[in-house]
Nanobody
Framework: VQLQASGGGLVQAGGSLKLTCAAS????????LAWFRRPPKKAREFVAA????????YYADSVQGRFTISKDNSKNTMYLQMESLKPEDTADYYC?????????????????WGPGTQVTVSS
C-alpha cells in the first residue's frame, strides 16, 4: 500500500484548502483512512477519519464543522476540505490507513502513513 498526500500550501486565516490522499494497493484489511496532523513542536494529532466501506466519518472536536472528509472509491482517493482555517491549523498533514474507523482515531491504531503535506495558515 502506498499513500501520497498533496494539496498543502500557504493560506490566510479564514481561507480554504483541499487536501488529497491518493492510495494504491489498498486491501480489505484497510477499511479506514484518516488524516492526522503534526503542528510545529507538538505531537501528531487526529483530525478526521472515514470508513472506506460504510462512508461513516469521525472528526476531532477542533475541526468539527470546519473540515469535511470524503472519498472517491473509484479513484482510491480521500479528501479533506478545510474551511475557515485558523493559524492553529498550521501543521504537516498526513494520511494513513487503519483496519477500522475506531482504530483510525489514534496514531497507534494506524497501519501505514504516507508522506506529509504542509499547511500554513497566516494570521
Amino acid at each position: 500500500v502506498q499513500l501520497q498526500a498533496s494539496g498543502g500550501g500557504l493560506v490566510q486565516a479564514g481561507g480554504s484548502l483541499k487536501l488529497t490522499c491518493a492510495a494504491s494497493g489498498l486491501t480489505t484489511k484497510s477499511d479506514a483512512l484518516a488524516w492526522f496532523r503534526r503542528p510545529p513542536k507538538k505531537a501528531r494529532e487526529f483530525v478526521a477519519a472515514i470508513s472506506w466501506t460504510s462512508g461513516n466519518t469521525y472528526y476531532a472536536d477542533s475541526v468539527q464543522g470546519r473540515f469535511t472528509i470524503s472519498k472517491d472509491n473509484s479513484k482510491n482517493t480521500m479528501y479533506l476540505q478545510m474551511e475557515s482555517l485558523k493559524p492553529e491549523d498550521t501543521a504537516d498533514y498526513y494520511c494513513g490507513t487503519a483496519q477500522s474507523l475506531g482504530a483510525a482515531t489514534h496514531a497507534y491504531g494506524m497501519d501505514l502513513w504516507g508522506p506529509g503535506t504542509q499547511v500554513t495558515v497566516s494570521s
